[in-house]
């Protein structure tokens, strides 16, 4: 069964960095474009930032995230700097079927909380 598993929220100060990691099982991510989602208490869920051969981040992230792929680990990470208050959200791991589309699976998320 395909199961992607979320780590390395918790809490961080305003201003810091957080790296979380996003791990595959039953699946290659290498074939899927992934993407990190983050949906905040009483918001929408949105895009923070996506991999395919290239990558992509929602501007409210750009010059101070970076997604990047551990295919060894089968693995996606995303380095986020700078972190704050507003980032306050669970951050969910999405992978896509690359040229398909039709598998389509979430991690369950980690909770990242910004604060003094």
């Known amino acids: 069964q395909a199961q992607l598993v979320e780590a390395g929220g918790g809490l961080v100060q305003p201003g810091g960095s957080l790296r979380l990691s996003c791990a595959a099982s039953?699946?290659?991510?290498?074939?899927?474009?992934v993407a990190w989602y983050r949906q905040a208490p009483g918001k929408q869920r949105e895009l923070v930032a996506s991999?395919?051969?290239?990558?992509n981040y929602a501007d409210s992230v750009k010059g101070r995230s970076t997604i990047s792929r551990d295919n060894a680990k089968n693995t996606v990470l995303l380095q986020m700097n700078s972190m704050k208050p507003e980032n306050t959200a669970v951050y969910y791991c999405?992978?896509?079927?690359?040229?398909?589309?039709?598998?389509?699976?979430w991690g369950q998320g980690t909770q990242v909380t910004v604060s003094s």
């Open positions: 999405n992978a896509r079927r690359i040229m398909t589309g039709v598998h389509n699976y």
């Open positions: 991999i395919t051969s290239s990558t």
């Open positions: 039953g699946i290659t991510f290498s074939i899927y474009n």
